[in-house]
């Protein structure tokens, strides 16, 4: 099968790699110049392991990273778990995004991604779909996947009027740096004062991520370094956290990533006879829950799994959506309750929830 998937980040060529096992002729087209990573760092849960286990680069994936023992603290340092869940409900694989896409990139074939390409829309012909380029180019396919993130150009001629909207009020800053002297266990997460969450980890021997949020900021003011420290004081009493507000103080300016949260509401399909939504593009969530990744390689191997089990790919193509929106429906109840967290105790209880929930109902692919 001529598969064509618009993306080229993580999720995206994840779902090369995953096809590709299963005989699909993969073109990746990505509009940057080069194979690159938004973001610092990405947690990746067992689920999503297992999806780089099948595809081959499962050890060389977790070689990248660096597991976290997640707990959480309030904003005085003290450390909290909620009662009930398994230690594997607070473990997760820290990678650096840049390295992991880099990996990935060569799992799939630096040959089949396309860099500079920028898929404008698609025509669906009878049995193909015409994937049209800025450059004038098309692109003949039997299947269009959009992984092309919460700006999705495929998303926005699926379904019309599903553009993402800003998450309001809420801002994240973060910054890989060099690993210094700081707490190697770190301090994820850490829950403040005023909706600000954040702290640190190690995302390799070299190198740690630092990384700010807080949900309806107010004005911001001042240079980005500025504003992530002025949230980050939130999330130190009596001494804790002086490493993080350390850290920030030091980052230049120009390594300082400073985002709007967007997310996509949910849309009112996923795919149609020919095309597919994996990813961001099709359920682009505010990061807090820390899954968004992970979830989207679920859709990877979910959308692979069902393709190789149904040769129609209409019916497939609508089997992966009934499964996948029904799934997400209990993913944005729990990522709407984590976010409602008003202490570092009640998060604690929400995220563990939402954790053991997705590891224990992860789909078999």
Do not use: C
């Not at 990273?65 to 309030?74: C, L, P, Q």
């Not at 694989?93 to 829309?121: E, M, Q």
């Not at 609508?318 to 984590?338: K, M, S, T």
């Amino acid at each position: 099968m001529r598969t064509v998937i618009v993306g080229g980040g993580l999720v995206g060529l994840t779902a090369a790699a995953s096809l590709g096992l299963t005989g699909h002729e993969v073109t990746v087209l990505e509009r940057a110049p080069q194979v690159r990573a938004a973001g610092a760092g990405i947690g990746l849960w067992p689920n999503a392991l297992r999806e780089f286990d099948r595809i081959g680069v499962g050890a060389a994936v977790r070689a990248l990273g660096r597991e976290i023992d997640t707990w959480f603290h309030d904003a005085a340092g003290r450390r909290i778990r909620a009662a009930g869940f398994d230690a594997g409900d607070h473990r997760f694989l820290l990678v650096p995004r840049p390295a992991l896409n880099g990996l990935l990139a060569d799992a799939v074939g630096r040959d089949r991604i396309r860099l500079d390409a920028h898929a404008t829309g698609y025509t669906e012909d009878g049995p193909e779909v015409v994937v049209h380029l800025a450059d004038g180019s098309e692109l003949r396919a039997d299947l269009l996947i959009g992984a092309d993130g919460v700006y999705s150009r495929v998303r926005a001629q699926l379904t019309p009027g599903s553009d993402a909207v800003p998450h309001a009020g809420h801002y994240a800053w973060r910054a890989l740096v060099p690993a210094g002297a700081e707490r190697p266990e770190g301090t994820v997460l850490t829950v403040g004062a005023d909706r600000t969450r954040g702290g640190y980890a190690r995302v390799s021997d070299g190198q740690t991520m630092w990384m700010v949020n807080q949900f309806e900021t107010g004005p911001l003011t001042g240079s980005k370094r500025d504003r992530a420290l002025r949230r980050a004081r939130n999330l130190a009493e009596a001494g804790w956290h002086d490493d993080l507000l350390r850290m920030i103080a030091e980052t230049p300016e120009e390594a300082i990533l400073e985002n709007q949260i967007m997310f996509v509401p949910p849309p009112e399909r996923w795919t149609s006879e020919r095309v597919a939504l994996i990813g961001d593009a099709a359920h682009g969530l505010s990061p807090h829950i820390s899954a968004g990744g992970t979830l989207g390689i679920e859709d990877a191997g979910v959308l692979r799994a069902l393709l190789a089990d149904e040769p129609d790919t209409a019916k497939a193509l609508a089997r992966y959506e009934a499964a996948r929106g029904a799934r997400f429906e209990e993913v944005r109840a729990h990522a709407d309750a984590v976010e409602r967290a008003v202490d570092a105790e009640e998060f604690a209880e929400r995220y563990a929830a939402f954790s053991h929930w997705m590891l224990t109902t992860a789909p078999a692919t």
